[in-house]
Every structure is written in C-alpha cells, then in structure tokens.
C-alpha cells in the first residue's frame, strides 16, 4: 500500500515538474526581442536600472518599437529626448545584465 503512494506523489512531482518548465518563458529569447525593439545592440548606448524601471539611452530614438515593447510586457514607457523609461518590474535587473553582459562588452 505504501508503494503506490509512493508512486503517486513521484507522478504528480514528475507532472509538476513539467508544468512549471512550460510555464517558464525563455528569458533570452524575450531579451533579444526586446533589444531588437529598441533599433538592435548598435542602438543602444547605456542602460541604467531603478528597481522596476530601466533607463535606455539610445542613439536613435526612431528606431524603437513602442507598441511591440508594451506587449512584450513592458506596463509603460516614457521618451524623454534620445532616452527611454521603460518599466519592466522584475524583469528589469534581467534586461540589464543581459545588455551589459552580451551587447555593451561586445562594442568595447
């Protein structure tokens, strides 16, 4: 009798298992959409974090996909001159370790 007990929380940890890593995004992939948005890696000058919102400053604000950023997830966005205010929440330390760690040490 224990076996079977036994067996059934293995199978529902195994179906958990599987749920949360679908559920996951791929962060990577979300990041280079939204470096793409912004007018690619040779757009982007510097990027500056405040908790939940991310300061761009980019070389051509022309460039920049508002609308697709927005539905990326982003729940707003202010231009200031060539600067974007983006507030991303959680995902904004995650969009700044990935552009200094792949995109501004690469132009160095």
Known sequence: MAYQYIIIVVVLFIVA????????????????KLVSFLGGKDNIINVEVNKSRCKVDLK??????????????????VEIDNQLKIILGSEARTLKKYIDDYILDNKK
């Open 60 to 77: 051509d604000i022309s460039l920049v996909n508002k609308e697709a950023i927005q539905k990326l997830g982003a729940k707003g966005i």
């Open 17 to 32: 298992l599987a749920i949360v890593r679908l559920n996951k995004k791929d962060v990577r992939i979300e990041m280079n």
